[in-house]
């Protein structure tokens, strides 16, 4: 089946710095890519959709300019979460679908912020 | 607008019994459901999924999910429940595809 890979797994960091989060869709084109952030113990929550070439879309209440989103390709979309603090630890989840695909799951970012 | 309602936070099942984890669905249009099972810090594995046709769909793992639309279900089965089941199961519901719509989820505990 379809893979996607999300990179890394698990990262700390210092509050007020900045963390990079890759999704990599591995065997098709990722038209749209969708970032969905989980507390523990809660469903996943949207956060904002990507699609190839133009900008995000963020749901509301979402701070766009705290969390970056970039689609520059059909197989790569990153997430970066600028100037993170504690608040901000979670669990980071990429999808990818394209047009005759169903959305497959990355196995997730852990983000710690001390 | 879409949304989904997953009963029951935890589930507890015995090593062998029927499991059932209960979905309903309200969309204004016809959904797309999907089941997907979540494992402690991974991502979430498409177990099965509803888009047109049978409305009896099996999965992976043994799964399988009846749509019925008069009730606005997708409830999730499993004939005998192993412990390698016991993990965090979410319920979905799109109408595009692609933006999904996820129950709260609900735990399954198995019982040796």
């Known amino acids: 089946g379809a893979v996607v890979s999300q990179h890394p797994s698990w990262v700390i960091c210092k509050s007020g710095t900045s963390v990079k989060i890759e999704c990599r869709s591995l065997d098709f084109q990722a038209t749209t890519m969708f970032w969905y952030r989980q507390f523990p113990k809660q469903s996943l929550m949207l956060m904002a959709t990507s699609n190839e070439g133009s900008k995000a879309t963020y749901e509301q209440g979402v701070e766009k300019d705290k969390f970056l989103i970039n689609h520059a390709s059909l197989t790569l979309s990153t997430l970066t979460v600028t100037s993170a603090h504690p608040e901000d630890s979670s669990f980071y989840i990429c999808?990818?679908?394209?047009?005759?695909?169903?959305?497959?799951f990355g196995a997730g970012t852990r983000l710690s912020v001390l | 607008a879409q949304s989904v309602t997953q009963l029951g936070s935890h589930v507890s099942v015995s090593e062998g019994a029927l499991v059932l984890l209960r979905c309903n669905y309200s969309s204004s249009v016809p959904p797309y459901l999907f089941w997907y099972v979540q494992y402690p810090n991974q991502g979430l594995q498409l177990l099965l999924k509803?888009?047109?046709?049978?409305?009896l769909v099996k999965g992976i793992n043994g799964f399988e999910a009846e749509f019925k639309k008069s009730e606005t279900s997708f409830h999730l089965t499993k004939p005998s429940a192993h412990m390698s089941d016991a993990a965090e199961y979410f319920c979905?519901?799109?109408?595009?595809?692609?933006?999904?719509?996820f129950g709260t989820g609900t735990s399954l505990t198995v019982i040796p």
């Open positions: 979905a519901v799109t109408n595009t595809g692609n933006q999904f719509y």
């Open positions: 509803y888009t047109t046709g049978a409305t």
């Open positions: 999808s990818a679908g394209g047009h005759s695909q169903p959305p497959y």
